[in-house]
């Protein structure tokens, strides 16, 4: 009768720790996917960052380039507003160039008119 309990106990416990193992196994084939998973993680994530590295180099040159663009760009407009300035100063000329123009021929007028009245003078 004791024996027979022992039996049992033992079986119970073989029982057990074939459970047990067997729980252990199937933990051990978790950890390995999960470890697996893990180095899938870890190359995306390598892999991310060599794509962020990248990135920042662009946009770095990205940025050098823009603040070259910007300067010029400035250059360019302060040219246009001198142009613009010297464009306006040329037109004022101008309308001065024309007014005394204008004068020149009506001084011109006149000292031909009076020409031809020295003419008739002379000639009467």
Not at 56 to 85: F, G, M, W
Not at 102 to 107: P, T
């Amino acid at each position: 009768m004791v024996e027979e309990k022992v039996l049992k106990l033992l079986e119970n416990l073989t029982e057990g720790v074939n459970g047990l193992r067997e729980d252990l196994r199937e933990t051990n084939r978790k950890l390995d996917r999960l470890e697996e998973r893990m180095d899938k993680l870890e190359s995306r994530m390598d892999k991310l960052e060599s794509e962020v590295g990248l990135i920042k180099e662009q946009v770095k040159e990205n940025t050098e380039i823009l603040r070259a663009v910007e300067h010029a760009s400035e250059v360019h407009k302060a040219e246009i507003d001198k142009l613009t300035y010297d464009v306006a100063e040329m037109a004022a000329d101008v309308k001065a160039i024309r007014k005394d123009f204008s004068l020149v021929e009506e001084i011109t007028a006149k000292n031909w008119y009076e020409i031809i009245q020295i003419k008739k003078n002379i000639k009467m």
